[in-house]
């Protein structure tokens, strides 16, 4: 699915707002600034295929854009479901693995933490 809402605080209204680029289910999100990150999770037909994209909301333009690739997993059971963030800092969690990879603020480039 790639629909997307905005809860409208105002009027107390969801409205319908641009749809994502890949629909996905399972995926994580993180508020960085004012602006929504998106990614990974399931896609493709039937929402079978892990996905690594992440794309990025902006609530004043309302549009999304691909903001940046998680890396490939080795184990193929393990695909990323959660974000964590703090200020401009993203964190990624995998499913089936006890790694962690921080996001770039700057460059967008994940990196495997230690």
């Known amino acids: 699915m790639n629909s997307t809402w905005v809860y409208n605080w105002?009027?107390?209204e969801w409205v319908?707002?641009?749809p994502l680029s890949d629909g996905r289910s399972s995926h994580g999100c993180a508020l960085v600034g004012s602006q929504l990150l998106v990614g990974a999770g399931f896609g493709g037909e039937n929402f079978g295929e892990a996905l690594s994209s992440v794309e990025r909301y902006d609530p004043i333009t309302a549009v999304?854009?691909?903001d940046s690739t998680l890396p490939k997993l080795t184990d193929y059971r393990s695909y990323f479901?959660?974000?964590l963030s703090s200020g401009e800092e993203v964190?990624?969690?995998a499913h089936y693995s006890d790694k962690v990879w921080k996001r770039n603020g700057?460059?967008?480039v994940w990196s495997e933490m230690d």
Do not use: M, P, Q, V
């Open 106 to 108: 700057t460059s967008g």
């Open 16 to 18: 319908e707002s641009t």
């Open 64 to 66: 999304w854009t691909l």
């Open 81 to 83: 479901r959660e974000f």
């Open 91 to 93: 964190y990624a969690l």
């Open 10 to 12: 105002r009027t107390s």
